[in-house]
């Protein structure tokens, strides 16, 4: 495993939630991070939260439709699951900053496949089963929320 490389895209990951974190809370409303809730921990699922909405962010280095779909992990689904079982006025949301915008997903809106994915090129075969939506179902920030607020 290249652990220098993997320390680089986290950080360039964490960077990219830092430089949205004020578009975002312009849509949603005041966000915290998970990350500094002692009751969530480092690793949780979704990376900001309210009392209205869970939101995970995935940082990609492509334009969003340079692929038929995007993805991210199954036990982001999951949980969401378990949390909407316990609050289901919850809003779930998964988001990609890629490099011509911020798309998202809401939670089970449409269908979706699920799959192994993951890469390799960090010196350790990266791979999990995943959440894979089409690009049919993602739409833009901006298209995404005037959806959902009417």
Known sequence: MDHTKKRKDLRFGFKSEDDIHSILEKEFGKLFKSSLNPEMGKY???DKYNEEYFIEIKTRRIRHDQYESLFFGKNKLI???ELLKKSPHLRIFYLWKCNDGIYGWEHRS???DTCKRGRC???????????????INIKDLKNLLDNING
Request: aromatic fraction near 16%.
């Open 44 to 46: 949780y699922e979704f």
């Open 79 to 81: 949980k969401g699951d």
């Open 110 to 112: 449409t269908d979706f």
């Open 121 to 135: 090129d960090r010196g350790k075969d990266e791979f999990d089963d995943c959440v894979d939506i089409k690009q």
